[in-house]
């Protein structure tokens, strides 16, 4: 009886710690115009890199400099920017490095092309070694049979 | 023997590209700056501890001056104090203080306890200066030439080393050129 309502009393503690720490990404209240510009601001906050934290976006860090520039787009989508101006906005003063989506330009062909042209490659190795074996089953069922025979 | 090797070379190959990317990401700390051989981000703000005068980006054209963005929060601020300090004592260029993010009586205090080395400290109280400055750490030293075009940047704590192949020479260059 008393070991049993400790558990509960261990289970509620847990459950309290969870949903405190669901909690945690705190979001200052904002106001949008409409529906679409409250989903362009999470699209828009989601895209962009919070740079104190390298591996988080804007969204999701608790950054004093996320908090900063979250203003800073809602800022922006309120005065009629385009989403393309707000990332313009962040590039010139973070660079590209502000995008997880990384824009196809000079620097980038390589990142953009190589997995293409990886599979190209792939695509040959596969080819040839089908025909090599394709070539070696042709000319088999004698070795077979005279392995066979042996 | 060729099924063998092939393999290998692969394995090789993923090996090289590894390692060069370890080197890259050692680099990636330390992240170009767009703002290179670009005008400096205008700006218009209180001096610190002067709060009626003012000083803007145009007042400062005609000389090369040291933008350093710090915080009496700001811990790394305090390990580069000296280097500043030393810089400072070298009269070689104008040095602005960006105290940004950061409340005047704590800045004031910090200044009094530390030393300062700022010719004069700007008050950028809600960091909208530092954010056009592209400052995403602190802290952060920009060297801003005659013309006002940012010559060179650094990130995080300034060393005695970066002051001597990196920003004397700049400054020295500039002084002779003009």
Same mark, same amino acid.
């Given at each position: ?150 | ?41 205008? %700006? !218009?703000?209180? *001096? ?9 980006? /145009?007042?400062? @054209?005609?000389? #090369? ?59 950028? %109280? !809600?960091?909208? *200066? ?9 802290? /952060?030293?920009? @060297?801003?030439? #005659? ?32």
């Amino acid at each position: 009886m008393k070991l049993s309502k400790f558990f509960i009393l261990v289970l509620t503690l847990c459950l309290a710690v969870t949903v405190h720490a669901q909690s945690a990404p705190v979001q200052e209240p904002m106001v949008f115009e409409s529906q679409l510009q409250e989903d362009r601001f999470k699209q828009l906050t989601q895209e962009l890199r919070c740079l104190v934290c390298q591996n988080q976006n804007l969204a999701d860090s608790d950054a004093q400099l996320a908090h900063d520039l979250r203003a800073e787009v809602h800022e922006m989508l309120i005065a009629g920017n385009s989403d393309d101006e707000i990332k313009q906005f962040m590039v010139e003063r973070y660079g590209d490095f502000v995008l997880y989506r990384p824009p196809v330009q000079q620097n980038t062909y390589l990142l953009w092309l190589a997995p293409m042209v990886l599979l190209f490659i792939g695509a040959l190795i596969l080819r040839v070694n089908i025909k090599k074996r394709s070539a070696l089953l042709e000319s088999t069922p004698d070795e077979t049979s005279e392995n066979k025979t042996e | 023997m060729n099924s063998r090797i092939v393999p290998l070379l692969g394995f090789a190959l993923l090996v090289v590209l590894l390692v060069v990317g370890l080197k890259i990401a050692d680099r990636k700390t330390n992240l170009p700056s767009p703002l290179i051989d670009k005008p400096v981000p205008a %700006f !218009d703000l209180q *001096v610190l501890g002067n709060p009626s005068q003012k000083m803007s980006n /145009e007042s400062l @054209l005609g000389k #090369p001056y040291l933008v350093n963005f710090w915080g009496s929060w700001c811990v790394t601020c305090r390990a580069e104090h000296p280097v500043v300090t030393e810089l400072a004592r070298l009269n070689a260029v104008y040095i602005v203080g960006m105290n940004f993010r950061d409340e005047s009586d704590d800045a004031l205090a910090w200044l009094k306890r530390w030393g300062n080395p700022y010719d004069v400290s700007l008050t950028d %109280f !809600d960091g909208r *200066v530092s954010i056009d400055f592209g400052v995403y750490a602190a802290p /952060e030293t920009f @060297l801003v030439d #005659p013309s006002g075009t940012i010559v060179f940047k650094h990130l995080g704590q300034l060393t005695w080393d970066i002051v001597q192949t990196e920003i004397l020479p700049r400054v020295a260059e500039m002084e002779s050129g003009s």
